[in-house]
């Protein structure tokens, strides 16, 4: 293989390579979003639940009273 085809090549792995890396960059920071997402997500839906047993409880305690 010759020097300029070789240059030529690692140009282009190079520009791969980079491509690459911001790919993957890109994916991470929309990953972390996400998972950030589904945290308070799953904070949301932790609340409603408690809120959601308590207001069963008192209607239990109600329910039994009578």
Same mark, same amino acid.
């Given at each position: 293989?010759?020097?300029?085809? %070789?240059?030529?090549? @690692?140009? %282009?792995?190079?520009? @791969?390579?980079?491509?690459?890396? &911001?790919?993957?960059?890109?994916? %991470?920071?929309?990953?972390?979003?996400?998972?950030?997402?589904?945290?308070?997500?799953?904070?949301? &839906?932790?609340?409603?639940?408690?809120? &959601?047993?308590? %207001?069963?409880? &008192?209607?239990?305690?109600?329910?039994?009273?009578?």
């Amino acid at each position: 293989m010759c020097f300029q085809c %070789k240059h030529v090549f @690692s140009l %282009k792995i190079e520009k @791969s390579l980079h491509e690459m890396r &911001a790919e993957c960059a890109e994916t %991470k920071v929309a990953a972390e979003v996400n998972l950030v997402d589904a945290r308070t997500m799953m904070d949301d &839906a932790i609340k409603k639940m408690t809120e &959601a047993n308590s %207001k069963m409880q &008192a209607a239990e305690s109600i329910f039994q009273r009578s």
